[in-house]
């Protein structure tokens, strides 16, 4: 059952369907928004199992800045949307699906992403998912506020109110290490090509031509994705490529140069330290030689524990079966996850299944980031000013 009058109050218990709902909603919304929008959440009682709730679904979507609110109302009515406004603190700005006149099938609420409208949405919905106590006293006050104001909805929202604050002030932080599990890239995010590779390969391996371009070629070779996902030896792959173009140059030295053509980014490592989540996993593609190096190379790094490498996995970013695979060794469910990436492609993919997903552009704007999500405390941008690095 969905959809209720928008004059009736009624209460019913949870159907699972309305988790499917809810995510297929916020996969449709955040598609029809694009960058408008940084994130889109099932909220609301509908989101908690085992808690009654107005047969409506509702769904947070954060926004980076209000200045996209008019070409956010034109995407939205293009997929069934009516505008109803800003509600300002009260729910922000609101948008509604109707099966029928008055009769609503979803709401859509669009806040600043990370405000404390956006934090409250997910504290309380996470709050009543993981409190037992908590969802039986919402569900208790529901059930006889509904039955007390069946046809004033205005009355029934506002008799809610001391109980919702009352369990926000009990509610953890979004993110906190009770909660979310971190996945965090390696190439282009925990580390980044030397500035001054050309010189280092063209002198440590007599090197003719620009190595970048050799890469570019490597990149995008078949064989290269077979050997990521672990389906064929790299060093063979390698040795046919260098032999059309480097003949006197060996495999091996080859990999021991690109192991060594890269520069750690170690501000953002020892900041990742005092990330409040519940663990810190390092998700990359890798074939295996150089993903068992890179392994061994962080191994110094205590507060990173598991590493998820493509070619153990048998399935390379941004293929589902990469995500999947993690979140079922995980044992969590995908919004408990956030992925930290620098490709547009591979933060699509984990949005797509639920995932909470940050694209990496810098260390400052991930500190800000994460602060938003309540997984970092709060420090003046001078004082992380001086850990910043930023990839080319």
């Not at 809810?22 to 009682?45: I, M, N, P, T, W």
């Not at 971190?182 to 001054?196: A, K, N, T």
């Amino acid at each position: 059952m969905i959809g209720l009058n928008k004059h009736i109050v009624a209460v019913v218990e949870h159907d699972p369907a309305w988790v499917v709902l809810g995510a297929d909603a916020c996969k449709e919304v955040l598609e029809a928004a694009g960058s408008l929008l940084r994130d889109v959440q099932h909220v609301g009682s509908t989101s908690v199992p085992g808690l009654v709730a107005k047969p409506i679904v509702d769904i947070a979507g954060g926004a980076a800045t209000f200045e996209s609110i008019p070409e956010l109302i034109g995407r939205l009515t293009s997929i069934d949307f009516i505008y109803l406004g800003d509600s300002a603190e009260n729910g922000g700005h609101l948008f509604v699906r109707e099966s029928s006149p008055d009769v609503r099938t979803l709401h859509l609420h669009i806040v600043k992403y990370g405000d404390l409208q956006w934090r409250n949405y997910l504290r309380f919905r996470d709050f009543l998912r993981t409190s037992a106590l908590a969802c039986e006293q919402y569900r208790s006050l529901k059930l006889e506020l509904a039955r007390k104001f069946a046809g004033d909805r205005e009355s029934y929202t506002e008799a809610k109110r001391a109980l919702i604050e009352q369990l926000l002030r009990n509610a953890p932080e979004v993110g906190a290490s009770t909660h979310m599990h971190l996945l965090v890239d390696v190439d282009g995010v925990l580390q980044f090509e030397r500035s001054d590779l050309e010189a280092q390969v063209s002198g440590a391996l007599q090197w003719s031509g620009d190595p970048r371009a050799f890469r570019k070629i490597l990149f995008s070779d078949p064989e290269f994705h077979r050997a990521l996902r672990g389906e064929c030896d790299f060093l063979s792959f390698l040795e046919r490529l260098l032999s059309e173009r480097q003949p006197r140059l060996k495999p091996g030295d080859y990999l021991d140069s690109w192991m060594s053509d890269f520069t750690l980014n170690r501000g953002l490592i020892d900041r990742l330290a005092h990330v409040q989540c519940r663990s810190l996993s390092l998700a990359s593609n890798q074939e295996q030689r150089r993903g068992s190096r890179i392994a061994a190379e962080y191994e110094c790094f205590s507060h990173i524990g598991r590493k998820y490498f493509s070619y153990e996995i048998g399935h390379r970013k941004p293929e589902r079966g990469f995500f999947e695979f993690i979140l079922k060794d995980l044992g969590a469910q995908p919004s408990e996850v956030l992925l930290i990436d620098d490709l547009a492609e591979n933060v699509d993919v984990a949005r797509d299944l639920g995932m909470r997903a940050i694209r990496f552009e810098g260390n400052l704007q991930l500190y800000r980031e994460l602060h938003e999500l309540g997984l970092m405390r709060t420090e003046s941008e001078e004082g992380l000013a001086s850990n910043e690095l930023r990839s080319p």
